[in-house]
């Protein structure tokens, strides 16, 4: 039977009915996988392009810096870091190692930090401004050297308890006129990912000057 120019356009104007809120259903689960998605990149705000300035220290990687950074700081006095050396308003001379420690509620190194730790100083890994690396275990500590017009004089990533600048590093120190702050934060990282208990937890600034 053939279908006359009336009856074929009532047919195709059912078809279109029909299929209209398939489309529009396909449409908005598409939305709303896209909208789902952008919160994830806007939620820790920190790229690539924001650590490009921070040190590694052995053992420590730009991965480990960025799930640090896009994570919410913990409110943890036990598991805040405090730095011990130097002492607060000190005017230092010269090059300085910086060390702190952490409360009760941190856990110990794994045995594999200790084992490195008495490796030659010539064995380690030479300090990066860029570093990938197999994923993170144990506690780290990125210090922050700022002042009122710079907030990253220096910045260090580190699974020590201490730091020791290099030579240039010390230099940019030195280069400060004016009050310079240390800030401390500590995370605790299995695999590469922050530990339920991992923080992070960031200390009380620490401030110095450099005579010269």
């Not at 190194?109 to 570093?131: D, G, K, M, Q, V």
Request: charged share 20%; with cysteine; net charge neutral.
């Amino acid at each position: 039977m053939t279908l006359g120019p009336r009856a074929g356009s009532q047919r195709r104007t059912l078809i279109s009915r029909a299929i209209a809120p398939v489309l529009l259903g396909l449409a908005h689960c598409s939305n709303g996988a896209q909208s789902s998605a952008a919160p994830a990149s806007v939620a820790t705000g920190v790229s690539r392009a924001d650590i490009v300035d921070v040190i590694y220290e052995p053992g420590t990687t730009d991965e480990g810096v960025l799930t640090l950074l896009g994570a919410p700081l913990v409110n943890e006095p036990s598991a805040e870091p405090v730095v011990t050396a130097p002492a607060e308003q000190a005017a230092l001379s010269g090059p300085t190692t910086f060390a702190f420690r952490v409360g009760a509620s941190a856990r110990r190194e794994p045995r594999r930090r200790l084992r490195r730790a008495l490796l030659p100083e010539w064995l380690t890994l030479e300090r990066s401004a860029y570093a990938h690396g197999a994923p993170m275990n144990g506690d780290a500590f990125l210090l922050v050297f700022s002042t009122p017009t710079d907030a990253k004089v220096l910045r260090v990533f580190t699974q020590d308890r201490s730091y020791a600048p290099s030579d240039d590093e010390w230099q940019r120190l030195a280069a400060e006129s004016g009050l310079v702050s240390l800030t401390v934060t500590h995370a605790i990282f299995e695999q590469g990912r922050l530990t339920e208990d991992g923080g992070p937890f960031v200390g009380a600034p620490l401030h110095f000057t450099v005579s010269h």
